[in-house]
């Protein structure tokens, strides 16, 4: 019954490395997002794509990249690694339509590390 | 831009003890109100939402929430806590229109003593 699914629960990698985060939707959703949450400042909003190829910074972008080739799959990449990006990150997917309905459905999260 | 507030970072209750935890948003018009759960290491969990209609809405756990335009608030309760609600609590704000994306508040953790 998994829906929104992110390939690794726990990623180790070395400063100045280039880190793929992947997140896959399984519910035909148009919009996909990813957050990161640290300690005493919740989730803030990394970037978001309200469809295929379409993609736009949120709050805090410096240092991210994404990729959505195909509506399932959102790509968030990390250019080059470093330790303050060390954190708990998070996918969300919505329907575009009536999305206040249903809410954003999150996945587990990947914890990177970055030493 | 709106923003939310949640003023309790910690709460701690007793097993069976009622439970409010505070939410204050701000938005000019009827913003989308949203409550998630965090159990530890996991990811998020949608527990209620108001988008219109009564402003006492029912959710998942035995979860309830109010929203009061007055005071710019949308407070989760519920009456008798089990330790099983032993986690992190985040409101969110949405908007009508434009990009319409979810702002969080930075979480209200709930322990819960025996």
């Known amino acids: 019954d998994v829906k929104v699914t992110q390939s690794s629960r726990y990623l180790v990698k070395r400063t100045g490395e280039k880190v793929f985060l992947e997140c896959v939707q399984d519910?035909?959703?148009?919009?996909m997002f990813w957050y990161r949450q640290d300690p005493g400042l919740g989730l803030r909003l990394i970037y978001f794509?309200?469809?295929?190829?379409?993609?736009e910074k949120g709050d805090i972008p410096e240092g991210y990249s994404v990729s959505r080739e195909k509506k399932e799959r959102f790509s968030l990449i990390l250019e080059s690694a470093s330790t303050n990006q060390t954190s708990m990150y998070l996918c969300?997917?919505?329907?575009?339509?009536?999305?206040?309905?249903?809410?954003?459905?999150f996945g587990s999260g990947t914890r990177l590390t970055i030493v | 831009a709106q923003s939310v507030t949640q003023p309790d970072i910690h709460i701690t209750v007793s097993e069976g003890a009622s439970l409010e935890l505070r939410c204050n948003y701000s938005?000019?018009?009827?913003?989308?109100l949203f409550w998630y759960v965090q159990s530890p290491g996991q990811g998020l969990q949608l527990l209620l939402k108001y988008f219109s209609g009564d402003t006492l809405v029912q959710g998942i756990k035995g979860f309830e929430a109010e929203f009061k335009r007055s005071q710019s608030s949308f407070n989760l309760r519920k009456p008798s806590v089990h330790w099983s609600d032993a986690a992190e609590y985040f409101c969110?704000?949405?908007?009508?229109?434009?990009?319409?994306?979810?702002?969080f508040g930075k979480g209200t953790k709930l322990t819960v003593n025996p």
């Open positions: 938005y000019g018009a009827t913003p989308y």
């Open positions: 969300a997917s919505r329907s575009r339509r009536g999305w206040y309905y249903y809410g954003y459905t």
């Open positions: 969110a704000v949405g908007t009508q229109g434009g990009s319409e994306k979810l702002v």
């Open positions: 519910m035909d959703h148009e919009n």
């Open positions: 794509s309200y469809d295929v190829k379409m993609k």
